[in-house]
């Protein structure tokens, strides 16, 4: 099993810049991939972005892409998403997920954390 737990989400204005932490406890982290994933009300879950195991290989939704990095530090067993140049549309529920040896644009990981909301104000 591999517990998650989401943090960092908050209110901000647009133009502004949040980093969220995805802690992991439980079985060896550095053997999953990890997955970001928002969700706004009334929308399905969608992909943000995720990297390998290894740290080595990161993947964007083309949405994201130049204003959000994700990176992993497994010493500290913790997944980041650096958020920069935040838009309303932005405005979502945040989750992290995670599935071993592999990383996936969908929803097919095995844990996931409970989220974490983030809004952002025009």
């Known amino acids: 099993q591999v517990q998650l737990a989401e943090s960092g989400g908050g209110l901000v204005q647009a133009g502004g810049s949040l980093r969220l932490s995805c802690a992991a406890s439980?079985?060896?982290?550095?053997?999953?991939?990890v997955g970001w994933f928002s969700q706004a009300p009334g929308k399905e879950r969608e992909f943000v972005a995720a990297i390998s195991w290894t740290g080595g290989n990161t993947y964007y939704a083309d949405s994201v892409k130049g204003r959000f990095t994700i990176s992993r530090d497994n010493a500290k067993n913790t997944v980041y998403l650096q958020m920069n140049s935040l838009k309303p549309e932005d405005t979502a529920v945040y989750y992290c997920?995670?599935?071993?040896?592999?990383?996936?644009?969908?929803?097919?990981?095995?844990?996931w954390g409970q989220g974490t909301q983030v809004t952002v104000s025009s």
């Open positions: 997920a995670a599935r071993m040896f592999q990383v996936v644009r969908t929803t097919m990981y095995d844990y």
């Open positions: 439980g079985r060896t982290f550095s053997n999953y991939g």
